[in-house]
């Protein structure tokens, strides 16, 4: 249901709206499609599945091909017409052109980009590989840097289209223990934010979603399962999630915190001293590495 405030919102981002007729040209008789990396589990998932049911045609792309095929399932029942699935690597240098091909092939056009797909990394620093580091740099960095660039520069003739941006509460402070991965998502917050001004009133919705900890498989995949965060914060699910995401992106917001006591985390964040949150956010974060004793079966 179009509400009145997503009306106004629409009319927000289309203030200076000016579509090329070239670029409008090149999409007639083709459907817009919505493409979500990351879009086979948790959060991606998730998001994949609201969009299909506010009738958006999904696209997920993500690296395991069962994992894409059961989304596929449940994306369809989500929604009401068929869904895509692309085994893709989105690090791939020809991840854009890759995803382009595969809409092109069904007569889609890419109107919504939901960069989800994402990697952490728990420990020290120095106990993370170069090989560990450079991954999740490829993955959380250059790869929604390089799909951002590329759907940017086709919505903006069309003045048209979508960008969600998954970053984390954790953009809003540096985090000892996962240092690389709190950074990248700083990056992606600022990243988001700067186009999203950039690119004002120009018909693209442009928005960063800075969840807290999601019941996903991402923390045991990081070997955070043990940090203390996920027992002492709040834990959405990625369902919760992703309805706040795709509501935050309908109402043109930029920054869509989810939950309750996420915009209030994140306020107090942007508020306190540095000093103050960098042993705090550190003793959160610190893996339990103790040996673990070994329970009855
Ligand atoms: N879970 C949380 O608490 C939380 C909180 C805040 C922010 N986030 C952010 O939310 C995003 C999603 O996290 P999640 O919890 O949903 O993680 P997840 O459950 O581990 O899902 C990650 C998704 O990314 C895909 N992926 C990983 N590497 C890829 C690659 N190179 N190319 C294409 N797809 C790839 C995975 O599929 P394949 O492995 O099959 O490729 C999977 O679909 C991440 O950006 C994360 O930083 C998570």
């Given at each position: 249901m179009i509400t009145t405030f997503e009306h106004l919102a629409d009319a927000w981002v289309r203030r200076r709206a000016a579509p090329e007729p070239e670029a409008l040209r090149a999409i007639q008789g083709l459907e817009p499609a919505a493409v979500v990396t990351?879009?086979?589990?948790?959060i991606g998932r998730a998001i994949a599945e609201e969009l299909a049911r506010h009738g958006h045609r999904v696209l997920i792309v993500a690296r395991r091909p069962g994992d894409l095929e059961t989304a596929r399932q449940a994306v369809e029942r989500a929604g009401t017409g068929p869904a895509l699935i692309l085994s893709l690597?989105?690090?791939?240098?020809?991840a854009g052109a890759c995803i382009e091909e595969a809409l092109a092939s069904e007569r889609l056009y890419l109107d919504t980009l939901v960069n989800s797909a994402g990697i952490g990394l728990s420990g020290r620093f120095t106990g993370q590989t170069t090989a560990d580091l450079d991954r999740l740099v490829a993955l959380d960095v250059t790869a929604l840097t390089r799909l951002t660039h590329h759907a940017l520069k086709s919505m903006l003739p069309r003045a048209r289209g979508n960008i969600l941006n998954v970053a984390s509460l954790g953009a809003y402070m540096p985090g000892p223990y996962q240092a690389a991965y709190y950074a990248s998502k700083s990056y992606v917050l600022s990243l988001t934010e700067a186009l999203a001004e950039e690119t004002a009133g120009r018909g693209v919705r442009i928005a960063v979603l800075a969840p807290g900890?999601?019941?996903?498989?991402f923390h045991r995949d990081m070997g955070?399962?043990?940090?203390i965060y996920l027992r002492a914060l709040p834990v959405m699910s990625p369902e919760r999630v992703a309805r706040s995401a795709v509501r935050g992106l309908r109402l043109a917001r930029r920054v869509i915190v989810p939950g309750l006591a996420g915009p209030f985390i994140a306020y107090a964040l942007r508020v306190l001293p540095r000093p103050v949150i960098r042993p705090l956010v550190g003793g959160l974060l610190?893996?339990?590495?103790?040996p673990q004793t070994p329970r009855a079966r």
């Open positions: 990351g879009g086979s589990r948790g690597d989105v690090t791939e240098p020809t900890p999601v019941a996903t498989g955070a399962d043990t940090a610190q893996p339990d590495d103790r």
